[in-house]
Every structure is written in structure tokens, then in C-alpha cells.
Nanobody, 126 residues
């Protein structure tokens, strides 16, 4: 079981940027697709992005396409979510998750992910 720790959240003005990090321990990330999810107050947790074990494939929710990018460095056991052009509706707690498999699917379903971090809060407000 992987232990995941997110960091990089904070308060940012609309149009600003943040870079979230997810540091993994307890295993080798090479074999696992990784995902980012978010949960806003009163809403269900939703998939934001995922990246395959090799980093060769990634998927994004329609709401963040063109604004967010995902990357990983397996040697550092770290995954990043670069968030640009942030909007108030991006406000949420962001979670990193590790899949049980190598590939990630465009469905960004929570059911595909086995290990979860505690989350980092992102607030977009002027």
C-alpha cells in the first residue's frame, strides 16, 4: 500500500496558478497510474486528471482541459498537477490517488484507485 502526501495548495486569485505535488512512499510508482481528484464542499469527489505509469498517457476532466497539466517523475516517486488560469469553481480539496493498475482511463472513476492521500486545499478567490 502506498502512502501519499499532497502539498502545494493555498489561496490564489482568479487567473492565478498553483502546482500541487504528491509524494509517494512505501512502494515504486512505476507500476501505477496516478490520479488527481477534487471535492468541493457539499459535492461529490470528482476526477480531475490521471497519468499512466510511464507518463505516456494522461486524461483530463472537461472542466480543466487546456488549463491543467499532469506530470510525474518515477525516480522521485512524485506526481504533479500544474493548475493555470484558475477559476473560483476550482476551489476544492485536491486528492492524489494511486491506481491498482498501470493504465488510467478517461472515465476518471474513483473505483479504479486504491490508495489515497489526505488532500490539500485550494481556494480561488479575489
Amino acid at each position: 500500500q502506498l502512502q501519499l502526501v499532497e502539498s502545494g495548495g493555498g489561496l490564489v486569485q482568479p487567473g492565478g496558478s498553483l502546482r500541487l505535488s504528491c509524494a509517494a512512499s512505501g512502494g515504486n510508482l512505476d507500476y501505477y497510474a496516478m490520479g488527481w481528484f477534487r471535492q468541493a464542499p457539499g459535492k461529490e469527489r470528482e476526477g480531475v486528471s490521471c497519468i499512466s505509469g510511464s507518463g505516456g498517457t494522461s486524461h483530463f476532466a472537461d472542466s480543466v482541459k487546456g488549463r491543467f497539466t499532469i506530470s510525474r517523475d518515477n525516480a522521485k516517486n512524485t506526481v504533479w498537477l500544474q493548475m493555470n488560469s484558475l477559476k473560483p469553481e476550482d476551489t476544492a480539496t485536491y486528492y492524489c490517488a494511486a491506481s491498482a493498475g498501470f493504465y488510467c482511463l478517461s472515465t476518471l472513476s474513483r473505483d479504479e484507485y486504491r490508495d489515497w492521500g489526505q488532500g490539500t486545499q485550494v481556494a480561488v478567490s479575489s
